[in-house]
């Protein structure tokens, strides 16, 4: 729905106006051409000839059309003044010219009607009441102008003439009141349908930008709203287009089993569903639905029940609530993790001590077992205890830059060194070397992130892995990692760089989340795509992880959910 303008807003309360002028305009080309007709055929058929009666008759007609086309566009402003000439004015001239140069007993002083009827509606009261008044004294002057002629008793001809100007004068006022109070009612009128139309806007504007689904539904089970959210979580291939019918696909039987039980019980229902999609993995959603009416108030207003669904994906809400619990738990983890620290340095050294006195190779696997958890908690330690780290050190150090090209090779080469067997990739230093922001270690900690996290998922060929760095003729510089691993669940997809958040069972979850606070600090970004790439073996599809570099102005910092931890 597009936005109302003042513009629009001013000709749509005008518009009532703009219908009356127009059809005073049409209502004075009728009386003309009537009168032209009516003249002429009464001097056709008297045999009389008044060329001076159908002079004024052609005149007053040119002057109605010509108003009538040049002037049809907006009436004249109601305030009296010159402006009403070529209307009231031309019409008093032309009745009172045809009464002056009658003959006959034609009178055409009811034609006093229309001129005080266009100014009682479309005029001010001043200008009503001036139009009456003129045409009372015109009245009255008539009868003055007859009783100078002849003989005879002249009251009761002033007495039809001021009879005949308060009717008029109580016409006018009438009229002017009932048109004053049609006004309001339709200013009120326009000012509702102003306030609904932007409440509407605001409305959808609402729904199309919600983060929950939200799908309106018929009793034929027609889906007639929904926004950009719920036709996401609705799932399937390609989204579909409004209207659809909600019964059409199969994975979405439980929506409308909910949607006809609402209807039926006309009670709000609350579920969780899942939407099984073939090839794709199921889609948990908690959905809640209410009635817009009963069948009976439906049946009163003579109005249509719809059937509103909200729907919540699961893993959102899940992940809202672990993020909840981590604002809570974040100084606690780090305190923790700091103390457990001791104990289990103790642990792997008992452990080395005790391994170097075993034989038994059975023995010596229950060892081995124990250094690698223990190793495996230390790794967790250390990563809770490197967010609180990150955020200290980052906050407290200097504004830094760094060459990007030769510090990614550098980072390369050490990371590759640990082993050359598995380790091998493609590496496209095409930057052109640039200074951007970002601290050497950190960076260090990024990319050797990455590299890691696309080990466990690389091909084994020797473009499967690839590291590439480019500034774009924007001159925004950037660096990517790609694999040619499997694609990634859009479930997991959506939560890759939230704190504890992992596919995997044996991590913790935190190194994506890691990165990206390290890049946020730096005021770079770090984003995933699913990404095709031209390789050896033709195009081949890949997971791109790529860091965007900025490179002025450290931002400002921004608080996080571990910037009170102190360890």
Same mark, same amino acid.
């Given at each position: 729905m597009?936005?109302?303008?003042?513009?629009?807003?001013?000709?749509?309360?005008?518009?009532?106006?703009?219908?009356?002028?127009?059809?005073?305009l049409?209502?004075?080309?009728?009386v003309?051409?009537?009168?032209?007709?009516?003249?002429?055929?009464?001097?056709?058929i008297?045999?009389?000839t008044?060329?001076?009666?159908?002079?004024?008759?052609?005149a007053?007609?040119?002057?109605?059309?010509?108003?009538?086309?040049?002037?049809?566009?907006?009436?004249?402003?109601?305030?009296t003044g010159?402006?009403?000439?070529?209307?009231?004015?031309?019409d008093?001239?032309?009745?009172?010219a045809?009464?002056?140069?009658?003959?006959?007993?034609m009178?055409?002083?009811?034609?006093?009607?229309?001129?005080?009827?266009?100014?009682?509606?479309?005029? %001010?009261?001043?200008?009503?009441?001036?139009? +009456? #008044?003129? *045409?009372? !004294? &015109?009245l009255? /002057?008539w009868?003055?102008?007859?009783?100078?002629?002849?003989?005879?008793?002249?009251?009761?001809?002033?007495?039809?003439?001021?009879?005949?100007?308060?009717?008029?004068?109580?016409?006018?006022?009438?009229?002017?009141q009932l048109?004053?109070?049609?006004?309001?009612e339709?200013?009120?009128?326009?000012?509702?349908?102003?306030?609904?139309?932007?409440?509407?806007?605001?409305?959808?504007l609402?729904?199309?930008?919600l983060?929950?689904?939200?799908?309106?539904?018929?009793?034929?089970?027609?889906?007639?709203?929904?926004?950009?959210?719920?036709?996401?979580?609705?799932?399937?291939?390609?989204?579909?287009?409004?209207?659809f019918i909600?019964?059409?696909?199969?994975?979405?039987?439980?929506l409308?089993?909910?949607?006809r039980? %609402?209807?039926?019980?006309?009670?709000?229902? +609350? #579920?969780? *569903?899942? !939407? &099984?999609?073939? /090839?794709?993995?199921?889609?948990?959603?908690?959905?809640?639905?209410?009635?817009?009416?009963?069948?009976?108030a439906?049946?009163?207003?003579?109005?249509?029940?719809?059937c509103?669904?909200?729907?919540?994906?699961?893993?959102?809400?899940?992940?809202?609530?672990?993020?909840e619990?981590?604002?809570?738990?974040?100084?606690?983890?780090?305190?923790?993790?700091?103390?457990?620290?001791?104990?289990?340095?103790?642990?792997?050294?008992?452990?080395?001590?005790?391994?170097?006195?075993?034989?038994?190779?059975?023995?010596?696997?229950l060892?081995?077992?124990?250094?690698q958890?223990?190793?495996?908690?230390?790794?967790?330690?250390?990563?809770?205890?490197?967010?609180?780290?990150?955020?200290?050190?980052?906050?407290?150090?200097?504004a830094?830059?760094?060459?990007?090209?030769?510090?990614?090779s550098?980072?390369?080469?050490?990371?590759?060194?640990?082993?050359p067997?598995?380790?091998?990739?493609?590496?496209?230093?095409?930057?052109?070397?640039?200074?951007?922001?970002?601290?050497?270690?950190?960076?260090?900690?990024?990319l050797?992130?990455?590299?890691?996290?696309?080990?466990?998922?690389?091909?084994?060929?020797?473009?499967?892995?690839?590291v590439?760095?480019?500034?774009?003729?924007?001159?925004?510089?950037?660096?990517?990692?790609?694999?040619?691993?499997?694609?990634?669940?859009?479930?997991?997809?959506?939560?890759?760089?939230e704190?504890?958040?992992?596919?995997?069972?044996?991590?913790?979850?935190?190194?994506l989340?890691i990165?990206?606070?390290?890049?946020?600090?730096?005021?770079?970004?770090?984003?995933?795509?699913?990404l095709?790439?031209?390789?050896?073996?033709?195009?081949?599809?890949?997971?791109?992880?790529?860091?965007?570099?900025?490179?002025?102005?450290?931002?400002?910092?921004?608080a996080?959910?571990?910037d009170?931890?102190?360890?």
């Open positions: 597009p936005p109302l303008s003042a513009s629009t807003f001013a000709s749509t309360m005008d518009a009532p106006f703009v219908r009356l002028w127009r059809g005073f049409t209502g004075r080309v009728m003309a051409l009537a009168l032209l007709v009516l003249q002429g055929a009464g001097q056709a008297n045999q009389t008044e060329p001076a009666v159908l002079a004024v008759c052609v007053y007609l040119v002057a109605a059309v010509m108003l009538r086309v040049l002037g049809r566009h907006r009436p004249p402003s109601p305030k010159p402006q009403w000439l070529p209307s009231i004015g031309v008093l001239a032309a009745i009172v045809l009464q002056l140069l009658n003959a006959g007993t009178n055409y002083t009811p034609l006093f009607g229309l001129p005080i009827l266009m100014a009682a509606v479309l005029g %001010t009261l001043t200008l009503a009441l001036g139009t +009456t #008044a003129g *045409v009372t !004294l &015109l009255l /002057g009868a003055w102008w007859l009783g100078s002629g002849t003989a005879g008793d002249d009251a009761p001809r002033y007495l039809q003439s001021a009879l005949t100007g308060t009717g008029y004068f109580i016409v006018s006022y009438l009229v002017h048109a004053t109070r049609l006004a309001r339709q200013e009120v009128a326009q000012q509702s349908q102003v306030a609904a139309r932007v409440q509407t806007q605001v409305s959808a609402v729904i199309q930008n983060t929950d689904g939200v799908l309106v539904v018929d009793e034929s089970d027609v889906v007639r709203i929904a926004n950009p959210a719920g036709l996401q979580l609705l799932g399937g291939t390609s989204l579909p287009e409004l209207p909600l019964a059409s696909e199969t994975p979405w039987n439980p409308v089993i909910l949607a039980r %609402t209807f039926r019980q006309e009670q709000p229902q +609350t #579920a969780d *569903v899942d !939407l &099984l999609h073939p /090839g794709q993995s199921p889609t948990g959603l908690h959905v809640r639905t209410w009635l817009t009416s009963t069948r009976e439906a049946r009163q207003t003579q109005t249509e029940r719809l509103v669904m909200f729907l919540h994906d699961l893993r959102e809400m899940e992940a809202r609530l672990r993020t619990k981590l604002a809570a738990m974040g100084r606690m983890s780090a305190a923790v993790a700091h103390e457990i620290r001791n104990p289990l340095a103790a642990i792997v050294q008992a452990n080395a001590l005790l391994e170097e006195d075993l034989h038994d190779p059975a023995h010596k696997r060892a081995h077992m124990v250094q958890n223990a190793d495996r908690l230390a790794r967790i330690a250390e990563e809770v205890l490197d967010i609180a780290r990150v955020q200290h050190q980052i906050s407290h150090a200097p830094s830059t760094l060459p990007l090209d030769e510090t990614v550098q980072i390369w080469n050490d990371w590759q060194a640990q082993d067997v598995q380790r091998r990739a493609v590496v496209m230093l095409e930057a052109g070397n640039p200074q951007v922001e970002f601290d050497t270690e950190h960076l260090r900690r990024v050797v992130n990455l590299l890691d996290n696309a080990l466990r998922y690389v091909g084994h060929e020797p473009d499967s892995l690839t590439t760095t480019r500034t774009l003729p924007s001159g925004q510089t950037s660096l990517q990692v790609w694999s040619d691993g499997a694609p990634m669940d859009k479930s997991v997809e959506r939560h890759l760089f704190p504890f958040f992992s596919s995997e069972s044996r991590s913790s979850g935190l190194g989340y990165c990206r606070e390290l890049c946020q600090r730096h005021g770079a970004s770090i984003s995933y795509q699913r095709t790439r031209t390789t050896l073996r033709g195009e081949v599809g890949g997971n791109a992880f790529t860091v965007g570099f900025r490179r002025t102005t450290r931002p400002a910092d921004a996080t959910l571990f009170t931890i102190v360890v």
